[in-house]
């Protein structure tokens, strides 16, 4: 691995192609959004779910219709997993007990079928857990940007947030895009993307931090090289090891944490070029200079000598 | 001298290990499947009918584990959960009514660590299977609930003061009364002020058009709504309590909503039906001939709508002065609900059918339901769901009253035997003081529970193996040291878990899993920095503690803000992802101890006391 802490990549003379690269995936992602909208799980729109378990596998036509001829409205019915494990999905809401009822419906022609779980979502709670979690990314984003903006300076703030923006729409365009199940897993998921992305920047920016007050030339774009090279080893191991167990959990851990495995994965991956590229790359736009930290060297420095 | 810690340092992270590993170990222990048996009254259980469970279960081939009491209670262990609800059937068919037959998970800890308070952490429902409602609890119609109570008070004061009145209005917030004349309204006003100080008092209208409008405080509407999802909690507890569940969980989430989680519960119809019910009764005269029309409401019966009786509008009471009841039959084999009034409750139906012998009382059952229309907006065409709660009132007996009665009583009238004694239990537990609606449910069954677990600890195991070889790799000797610390992370990780009491989830387990991957973090951050400073040209004991001296900002700020973000996901979340913002969180913490200072005390012991040629990293 040593050749790699000894390159040394021109990562900003780089940037634009960066920009274009981000640029682009931020257009599909917000096209995605806006056209496809996110298939959003029961979690956010209420309605019912009903998971059902067959002895051998069923036809799900056949399983629709025998709904729908009893009278249940809007009827999704998909395979979850196995051929045998059948997602039936309502929009009925408020019906008690329709998980039973969805069962006994099934058996009646001799099957043999098992509820693995049924769940069933107000509509009302639905609409205010969607506001909720609005309010919380945006709470999260805000109280973020506050601490980095206490702990180094505002426009490094702004070259996170934007950064954190960045990754946030792309894991939620690619969800999009491919219309998978956004539910409240995924947006926890969401939340510790933002959580993990910043990690990676704040250690960037500590080392770009670093760097600008110990060197000794004003070209900034070489000095942001040199704080990123240093720091590109461990960015990498670190999200190599995340990684890692991520494609654990999303090969192993079941149907029922696959999304959120996805989404942190994806998450990790463009957490990692955005923090190499982005974060770092748009403080050169933000003008960030020399003054702009010595206020805080002296602060710095005491809390330094602190340390045990 | 450079990279030792004084003694109490490694005293102390030993210390702290040590307690780690111990508050760890129940969870290597999982809890047995058991069935809990208690006498039906609460008396001790006879000898003979354990043995007749236990004679009934060997037949029907269910392996009994071990067998205990304790305060007249018995808990029989089972080999797993098929067994369980096979055993909870084959003891309820064989004592019937004699006792009370429950799913319980029997703990497995050993006694040693159990008397160091020991246990292991809870599984969530994902994890256990079972059921999760959320209820909503109706805070208008607690209002107007209270209100209408207030009214009654209020006429029944003016009636004993012989002030006359028109009519009484229950509306949203408040409470009016209308008056034949101005000085009439002026005395009940300065009677009723004294009685219900809960009111904002005002004038409306003169002479034959005065009316007094009483508004309700804005407190007061506080403390009401408090006071409802109180009593709500209080009776759901009441309630699943009869239900026979194994750790039942009923808790308050907001302002006006209740989380109630059943573990191991597969029959939600019944379950529902149980914690849901908002039957209530009423006892109230039946009107006389010459009653005014303004006192009576019209009811029919339950059971054959075409028939129906005036009534007064005054309650006599209701069923929450009910101090206990029970179901049998009367002579004729009908079911009947014999009812035991509390004090209060039991005075005034005394006073009130004294004087009343030779006239009719009624018994009306009052249930709230809810009734759901999908309402189109005509512009945007989007459609909504509007759910409007309504109340159904029916008689369900209508008998002479043949003398004074008191303290108890019997209700006959009922469809079934399971009716009366559902009446019943609810008669018991208490009654709603405010309507609830379910507004979530989950059902997982058992299968999909083990199954989550199975799967999230195979993750989990992969997951460490991984990051374990990818260190071991990369940082040589350190790598080891590195996997040290992960695994004691682990440990703590679990221990403060289990020490919090915390519920694992399935998106609990992944934040262990991702913990997992993010715990090495810190310790690259610092391997790194450590070779950084050799390649500079520092000695190895300086390269080392420049490593952790530098690498220490970066790691606390990242932590500290991937911190917030943890605790926003908490406050936000329900349920499962509280569990895994918990996780998170307590990982956070654990891996910058064991990343900062455990792995610096092993590298300290392994180079801190003699000349290191070189760093095997």
Known sequence: MKPLSQLQIDFMGRRNLAFVISAVLLVISIGAIIFQQLNLGLDFTGGTLVEVRYGTAPSLDAIRQLLETSGFQDVSVQTFGASTEVLIRLQQAFDPDVGGEVVSLLRADGASVDLVRAEFVGAQVGEQLRDQSGLGLMVALGVVMLYVAFRFQYKFALGALLALLHDVIIV??????????????????????????????????????????????????????????????????????TILVLLALLLLGGDMIQNFAIALLIGVLVGTFSSIYISGALLLPLKLSREDLIPTKKEVDEEEEELP | MLNRYPLWKYLLILVILVVGLIYSLPNLFPAHPAIQISDAQGNALDERQINRVEEALAENGIAIRAMEHEGG???????????????????????????????????????????????????????????????????????????????????????SERIRYRNTTVEERSLSIDFASSEDRDTARRLINRDFPDFEYSNEGDGRAASLVMTLTDQTINEIQDYAVNQNLTTLRNRVDELGVAEPMVQ?????????????????????????????????????????????????????????ADLMRDVIITGDSVSSASHSFDENGRPQVNINLDGTGGTLMNRATRTNIGRNMAVLFIEHKSEDRVEVDPETGAETIVRDPYVERGLISLATIQSALGNSFRITGLDSPTEAAELALLLRSGSLAAPIYFVQERTIGPSLGAENIERGLLSVQIGLLLVVIFMLVRYKVFGIFANIALALNLTLLIAIMSMLGATLTLPGIAGIVLTLGMAVDANVLIFERIREELRNGLSIQQAIYAGYERAFTSIVDANITTLLVAVILFSIGTGPVKGFAVTLSIGILTSMFTALLVTRAMVNLTYGRKPVKKLWI
């Open chain 1, 172 to 241: 939620v365009g690619i969800f999009a895009l491919f219309q998978l199940d956004f539910n409240l897993t995924v947006l926890a998921a969401i939340l510790a993307v933002i959580g993990y992305s910043l990690n990676d920047t704040i250690v960037v920016y500590d080392r770009i931090r670093e760097a600008i007050r110990t060197s000794r030339i004003d070209d900034m774009p070489q000095i942001f090289n040199e704080a990123i090279n240093a720091t590109l080893s461990r960015t990498l191991a670190t999200s190599g090891t």
């Open chain 2, 252 to 308: 308050r989430q907001g302002p006006n909503q209740i989380v109630v989680e059943l573990p191991g519960i597969q029959d939600t119809v019944a379950a529902k039906r149980i914690v849901g019910a908002t039957a209530n009764l009423e006892f109230r005269l039946e009107a006389r001939n010459d009653t005014p029309d303004l006192e009576t409401e019209r009811f029919s019966f339950r059971n054959d709508p075409s028939r129906s």
């Open chain 2, 73 to 159: 209670q018995w808990l029989i262990r089972l080999q797993n959960d098929d067994d369980q609800l096979n055993a909870r059937d084959v003891a309820t068919d064989v004592l019937g009514n004699e006792a009370t037959v429950a799913l319980n998970l029997a703990e497995a800890t050993p006694s040693w660590l159990q008397a160091l308070s020991a246990s292991p952490m809870t599984l969530g429902l994902d994890l256990r299977g079972g059921v999760h409602f959320l209820l909503e609890v109706d805070m208008d119609a607690a209002l107007t609930q209270r209100l209408e109570v207030n009214a009654s008070a209020m006429r029944e004061l003016l009636r």
